[in-house]
């Protein structure tokens, strides 16, 4: 379907460019969130006849929105989830769990704009986009941790999990015997009763020999 924008849309184009785009992706999201319009002859007429209006509208909330980024940029939020031993989350944090803690620092924002192309299932600092419009978007940063110390450990750069793998490994290793004798192991000394019988076999022999 050929679709023209009324703003921009990120990999798609600008106001006003006539871009082809699948059905449903137009159907289910452009059309209706007022982002696009079917490319007609009409609509083609309407869009230019407003097309003025619409870009001044377009500039004002892009300016709206370059205030607002100035309160959001660069914001950490701190999350602390129950994990398992290998820092997966026991569920996930979701965009509405990301709003509600922007919230909290002062920070306004919406769950659509939230960009997470998936939920977060892992502790971690992670880097999540925040578009307030289709021309601004700002980077937040999201620490979820298990516990306040080791988001504390995570602000300042530590790899908990890095840490936690090492010390595992290290539980691993077998204890070092300086007293053993190079080559020597534990299989050694079950060498003994064949040569024992070895021997015994041996001397019967020679018995039998003196006898006869």
Do not use: C
């Not at 960009?115 to 999201?142: F, M, Q, W, Y």
């Not at 192991?185 to 040569?195: I, K, Q």
């Amino acid at each position: 379907m050929e679709v023209i924008l009324l703003e921009r849309v990120e990999k798609l184009g600008a106001i006003g460019d006539v871009v082809k785009v699948k059905d449903g992706f137009a159907r289910n999201y452009l059309l209706p969130n007022k982002k696009a319009l079917r490319a007609n002859e009409s609509n083609r007429k309407l869009f230019e006849t407003n097309r003025a209006r619409i870009e001044e509208e377009n500039a004002n909330r892009r300016s709206e929105a370059e205030k607002s980024a100035k309160g959001v940029d660069g914001k950490t939020v701190q999350l602390i989830r129950q994990a398992s031993n290998t820092g997966q989350l026991y569920g996930s944090v979701s965009a509405r769990d990301i709003v509600e803690a922007l919230e909290g620092e002062g920070a306004h924002v919406t769950r659509s704009q939230v960009v997470l192309d998936r939920p977060i299932k892992a502790i971690g600092v992670h880097d999540v986009k925040i578009a307030l419009h289709p021309e601004v978007a700002v980077t937040v940063k999201v620490n979820v941790a298990r516990s306040p110390e080791e988001a504390d450990l995570q602000a300042q750069g530590v790899d908990v999990m890095a840490q936690m793998f090492e010390r595992d490994t290290a539980a691993f290793t077998e204890a070092y015997d300086p007293n053993a004798e190079p080559g020597a192991t534990a299989e050694a000394p079950a060498e003994a009763p064949a040569e024992t019988a070895l021997a015994a076999a041996e001397g019967e022999g020679e018995g039998d020999e003196q006898q006869g």
